[in-house]
């Protein structure tokens, strides 16, 4: 199944959106990558409205839209990862 059309990005408090790059695809997925400060409140946000997603422990996430909360660490990346598992029913 393709992952068809799918915006990876962060929020900040204040509101402001700030979109992730995509930088590769292969055949386990697609990578996404950000800058972002650290110790600052962000939530990072997927939107599509081609797939459904869900979490690396199974759990659904709602698009469009659902923010997951986090701040960064200095010297750490933040790895999210999440699954296709499905298309998005088109009304008709």
């Not at 990005?9 to 979109?19: E, I, L, Q, T, W």
């Not at 990558?33 to 422990?57: H, N, Q």
């Not at 997951?68 to 088109?90: C, E, M, N, R």
Request: hydrophobic share 40%.
């Amino acid at each position: 199944m393709r992952a068809g059309k799918l915006l990876v990005g962060v929020f900040y408090a204040n509101g402001a959106y700030v979109g992730a790059s995509n930088t590769g695809v292969d055949s386990a997925g697609r990578d996404y990558r950000i800058l972002i400060p650290v110790g600052v409140p962000l939530k990072l946000w997927l939107f599509s409205e081609d797939v459904t997603l869900r979490d690396a422990s199974g759990q659904s996430v709602y698009t469009p839209g659902s923010p997951i909360p986090f701040q960064a660490s200095a010297g750490q990346d933040h790895l999210f990862t999440f699954g296709v598992t499905g298309t998005v029913a088109k009304s008709q």
